[in-house]
């Protein structure tokens, strides 16, 4: 069964550095949009950053100039470096991605990854 692998959380000190990396557990055919979205404890699940298949971007305001999303197709990757990190980044972050498993199948699925941790504290 298909799924995303997730890497690269932990704990950090506020202005410190991370690099998360996600990608796929199989082969796949076509990926198109991945992101990172998080969750706070007490909070819902909300978008952090995504990069469309042609390196379009998109952030969310609270971490624009300090998150960089970035992909490298021919690895079916996607990282988030995450700079100037802040007591409140601290959340699960989970990976997503819209992916075509294989030729055969026509349309796009949704997965999920199961989440990794960064806890932003002194």
């Known amino acids: 069964q298909l799924h995303l692998v997730e890497s690269g959380g932990g704990l950090v000190q506020p202005g410190g550095s991370l690099r998360l990396s996600c990608a796929p557990s199989g082969e796949t055919y076509s990926i198109k949009t991945m992101g990172w979205y998080r969750q706070a404890p007490g909070k819902e699940r909300e978008s952090v950053a995504t990069?469309?298949?042609?390196?379009?971007?998109n952030y969310a305001d609270s971490v624009k100039g300090r998150f960089t999303i970035s992909r490298d197709n021919a690895k079916n990757t996607v990282y988030l470096q995450m700079n100037s990190l802040k007591p409140e980044d601290t959340a699960v972050y989970y990976c997503n991605a819209a992916i075509r498993e294989s030729l055969i199948r026509l349309h796009y699925n949704d997965y999920w990854g199961k989440g990794t941790l960064v806890t932003v504290s002194s």
């Open positions: 990069i469309t298949s042609d390196g379009f971007v």
